[in-house]
């Protein structure tokens, strides 16, 4: 009977160690989220220009949590438009770098993220598709979010994309679940603009 109280005992132990670690890890993710956000605010207010993409798509009934689901555009950058209105040439930017990247539904009509297991955003030159960099991506727990999907922005220079007469962006997206119904969206891609 004792051997068996021990037992109790010492896998309750384990337990409470395995809750401790897990509250450590979430609180040591917080902690980095923040510093990451903080950092990504700091960069924003410095950049001297912001260029962005709009871009819609459609999330259609039926698609699957076992598959990743790929939104491919070719995105023009009006980038000689760009110089041309801000008196700039190339040799003036210093790096062009995503600060911001969130989808959103058309309208701000509420929808709830929770469906969403995994989003990459990668960048990448028409002409040469084994030049995919990855722009954004988060991947997370459910935790009832409404509204918005906002992505961690990746901290590359994006300037052999963005100054391209036109570069092509991707959107992975896993589900954790079968999609009941189509409904659109649209992603805000913004990228910091810094001059020498």
Known sequence: ???YKIAYYKNDFTS????IKDKINYSLFITLSILLF????KETENADFFLEYPLEFTIQTGANPILTHVFTWSV??????FLSQNNL????ISSI????IYITTPFNSPINYDFVEEAKVRIYNPNDVSSKQTIGEIYFEP???DIDLYLLPGLSDCNKYVMLPQFKIDLNLRFREIIRT???HRMFIKFGVFKK
Do not use: L
């Open 89 to 92: 040439s190339n040799t003036d």
């Open 97 to 100: 770098r995503p600060v911001s």
């Open 16 to 19: 409470v160690k395995s809750v």
């Open 1 to 3: 009977m004792n051997k």
């Open 38 to 41: 903080s950092s990504c605010r």
């Open 143 to 145: 935790t009832n979010r």
């Open 182 to 184: 189509n409904t659109n």
């Open 76 to 81: 023009p950058s009006s980038w000689n438009n």
